[in-house]
């Protein structure tokens, strides 16, 4: 298995760019998550998609921050205008929920974005 | 709403002990699960044990081991006979709250082995 996917692994821009990252869950996983990393804030969830609709999207911080899951195995994050404060690394993550014991959170490598 | 607390920012350990990574939360729901994840300097986030709360047993994974301690509201995280490459940051987790599946995450602990 290739394990989840994420792309691009670096993304440099300036302010006012519009960034999208992208994620290409395990196949057969019915459930998708966007996490951002900071130093300050630690790891925070954004958006949590089952079965590509998005169930719980209560950690987006504004209206620049825009997810989409069109189909099983693939989503995307989107950052219009991106801002220096957004700066920092966006994990996917996917896991099969069973709905007994661990749902284990498979992480992707992460995006790491610099907003200049 | 959950809460994780993980009180040591960092640890040092000698090559080949054991150390103890600490983590207490707070939950009112009567059913739940403890998460550790590992993330290296690379960046990825590895997940390496998981405990239920009804779990009768204290989890173990090969060299990693959870003691539990329900009444504490503690699943610290064991790990023996460290290895330099065990240097890298460690994070509890657990689901955000009753029947969710996203988790919420401690602030980690940055483990340093010194060979």
């Known amino acids: 298995d290739a394990g989840v996917i994420q792309s691009p692994r670096h993304e440099v821009t300036e302010m006012g760019q519009e960034v999208t990252l992208r994620c290409k869950p395990i196949?057969?996983?019915?459930?998708l998550f966007w996490y951002r990393q900071t130093m300050m804030r630690g790891l925070e969830l954004l958006i949590y998609f089952n079965n590509n609709v998005p169930i719980d999207d209560s950690g987006m911080p504004e209206d620049r921050f825009s997810a989409k899951m069109p189909n099983a195995s693939f989503s995307t994050l989107k950052i219009q205008p991106s801002e220096p404060r957004d700066s920092a690394v966006y994990f996917c993550a996917s896991t099969m929920i069973t709905g007994a014991g661990a749902n284990v959170l498979t992480f992707g490598a992460g995006s790491r974005l610099t907003v200049l | 709403a959950q809460k994780i607390t993980q009180t040591q920012p960092g640890m040092f350990v000698q090559e080949k002990e054991a150390v103890t990574l600490d983590c207490t939360y707070d939950t009112s729901d009567p059913s739940y699960g403890l998460f550790w994840y590992k993330q290296p300097s690379s960046g990825e986030m590895i997940f390496l044990i998981y405990q239920g709360s009804y779990d009768q047993q204290n989890a173990t994974e090969g060299r990693y081991s959870l003691n539990f301690q329900k009444a504490r509201k503690s699943a610290n995280l064991v790990i023996s006979a460290s290895q330099l490459g065990d240097s890298a940051m460690y994070f509890c987790a657990m689901p955000s709250g009753a029947g969710s599946y996203q988790l919420t995450f401690g602030k980690g602990t940055k483990l340093s082995v010194i060979p």
């Open positions: 196949s057969g996983h019915d459930s």
